[in-house]
Structure formats: structure tokens, C-alpha cells
């Protein structure tokens, strides 16, 4: 990430900005009332998520939107239809002014989500039957899983856009995320040798295979993953010490240092660990763990973050 890109944040500012200006302009107003008599004329609308088999119906504009996966939030928000969201889940910290409760997405109380009166609910897991239970209200529910590349995030986001009446906006934000990925990885410069890494998800050492969606990221950079000799099936292998170590990975990425407290020391704290590349030569990052584990527009701002990592890196010989 050699180009100093605009992160979600400062998107976010300059797109408030923006509005500010248009909206100051003469025929704003008209302008918008417009787009949005556009917006609900285009319904009802079919949503269909590429990859599943699932599909959902949503009859109108939804203007009461329970978002239940934190991953959804952060795009809602992204796409303009944060005033649409009434409720979002216990996880969904980002935006600060996403209205944030006590809804869990992983137990979801159908009681306590129809309390807010939803016309869609979005969620990333049919779980305690979710999807039936909502249908015998009436209320649609657009499943948005974990995706296992960058392709199939683009099309979720998109997706998102068509169910709450933002498309125009969501394929303009697929467009800039995509741009920003793509440059971020062009100037990245190349390392002399191919580098190694270890990715980081609690102290107990579980990992994330090169088969995931984080896996898909650094992979964007042709780095060779520990976890994935480490052998067996699951995508998020325990790994033991001897392994890591052994491995001897020129970076480790900790995606545990606001849920668990991890940081370089601890990492050079570890018996044996002192030896380990990324140890010795400054090649342990902390990640931030949201951005780490959600599928979302601050994508960009991870990819940003490993191209800086790689860059140190390649720049050290």
C-alpha cells in the first residue's frame, strides 16, 4: 500500500461533505426527491446471493432494517442506507452511530427482532430457524455468509444495495474497493524471495488456511501460509508452538490484540519464540481485530495494512 488511499472513515467524512454541498446546491432538494421516487419505484426486487441457493423477495423500500452480522452493518452504513437501519447486533460496533443492542446474530430471539418492527432482517447464518420463523411474519431475510474471496464480498455488497434500494451506491462503492485493491497490490513492491507468514487468531494458536477469505488476502501477495502444512481439513487448524516455530514465518499478523492483549512483546515473549524471523526482524503486526474478521469496505484499509508489512519487509532485504 505505497499510495496513500482514503480509508472508510475519511470516505465516509469526504461523502458527508459532499452531500452537504449538494444539498446546498440550488435544485438539491429536487434532486434528491427524484432519486428517491426512483429508488422505490424499482421495486419489488429479487435478491440473489452468487454462490447460494438462496433468494429473497423484498416487496418494498425497507425503511426498518435489523441488521444481525456486523460484517452487513459496516456496508449498510457504507452504501447509504444507515437511516434505514433500526437495529443492529451485539458485535456491530462500526459505524459509532449504527444502533447498536442486545440482538444476537449466532442466537438470534425472533421475539425480541420482530419487537423492532423490521420489513428485512440480514443476517450472515440461518441459525435456530431463522429464515422460516421470519417468513411466518412475513418479514424477508437476505443471508449474506462469509465469503471465501474478494469476488464473492463484491457481489454481497451488491446485493445489499439492491435489497435496501442503494444499487447505484453499492456498485460505485464495488467499484472503488476493487480500484483501491488493485492499485495497493500493483505498487506493492515484490520481496527478493517469497515470504512466509503466520496468521494469528487467539494465544491458543488457532490459524486460518490459505482456503479462507483472510487467506484469499494474503494470498493476493503470494505469500506462503504455515497453517496450511500444518495438516487436516478444517480451515482453522490449532497449531502447535513446535509447528509455528519450526515454520520459522517471516510475519506473523495478530488478530488478537484487542480481544486477547497481544502485541510484539508478547509474541518475543514466548519460549522459543525469539528465534522465530518475524520476531527478530520486526515482522510481527498487530492487526486490528474487526477488520480482521469481517468481511467489509474496511477490506481495503486490511489489504492496505499486509501491503505495508510486505513493503517493510521486501525494503529490509
Known amino acids: 500500500m505505497t499510495v496513500p488511499l482514503v480509508s472508510l472513515a475519511g470516505v465516509l467524512a469526504l461523502t458527508g461533505c459532499a452531500n452537504r ?3 446546498a446546491a440550488p435544485g438539491a432538494g429536487t434532486s434528491t426527491t427524484a432519486s428517491s421516487a426512483a429508488q422505490t419505484a424499482a421495486f419489488p426486487v429479487q435478491v440473489t446471493v452468487p454462490g447460494t441457493d438462496h433468494a429473497v423477495t423484498v ?3 425497507p425503511e426498518r432494517i435489523v441488521s444481525l452480522a456486523p460484517s452487513s452493518t459496516e456496508s449498510l452504513f457504507a452504501i447509504g442506507a444507515g ?3 433500526v437495529a443492529v447486533d451485539n458485535q456491530s460496533n462500526y459505524p459509532e452511530q449504527a444502533p447498536r443492542t442486545d440482538l444476537s446474530g ?3 430471539n425472533i421475539e425480541a427482532i420482530t419487537g ?3 420489513d428485512l432482517v440480514i443476517a450472515s447464518n440461518d441459525t435456530e430457524q431463522l429464515v422460516a420463523s421470519l417468513e411466518k411474519v412475513k418479514v424477508p431475510v437476505l443471508l449474506l455468509p462469509s465469503p471465501h474471496n474478494l469476488d464473492e464480498l463484491y457481489a454481497e455488497v451488491t446485493a ?3 435489497a435496501t434500494g442503494h444499487l447505484t451506491e453499492a456498485e460505485d462503492l464495488v467499484r472503488t474497493m476493487r ?3 488493485d492499485k495497493i497490490v500493483k505498487d506493492t513492491p515484490k520481496p527478493a524471495k517469497q515470504l512466509t507468514y503466520y496468521h494469528e487468531l487467539d494465544p491458543q494458536l488457532y490459524s486460518a488456511t490459505s482456503r479462507t477469505f483472510i487467506g484469499q488476502i494474503y494470498g493476493l501477495f503470494g505469500l506462503v501460509n504455515v497453517a496450511d502444512a500444518a495438516g487436516g481439513t478444517g480451515d482453522y487448524p490449532q497449531l502447535s508452538p513446535e509447528h509455528v516455530i519450526n515454520a520459522n514465518p517471516d510475519l506473523v499478523f495478530l488478530a488478537d490484540t484487542k480481544c486477547c492483549g497481544q502485541d510484539a512483546a508478547a509474541v518475543a515473549a514466548r519460549p522459543g519464540w525469539q528465534s522465530v524471523t518475524a520476531v527478530r526482524d520486526n515482522g510481527v503486526v498487530a492487526l486490528n481485530d474487526d477488520i480482521a474478521s469481517r468481511w467489509g469496505p474496511r477490506v481495503v484499509d ?5 501491503s505495508d508489512a510486505v513493503t517493510r519487509t521486501a525494503q529490509q532485504g
Open 116 to 118: 423492532y418492527n423490521p
Open 302 to 306: 486490511l489489504v492496505r495494512t499486509v
Open 83 to 85: 437511516e434505514q437501519v
Open 160 to 162: 445489499l444495495g439492491k
Open 179 to 181: 480500484s483501491d485493491i
Open 21 to 23: 454541498e449538494r444539498d
Open 106 to 108: 449466532y442466537t438470534p
Open 59 to 61: 416487496e418494498r423500500r
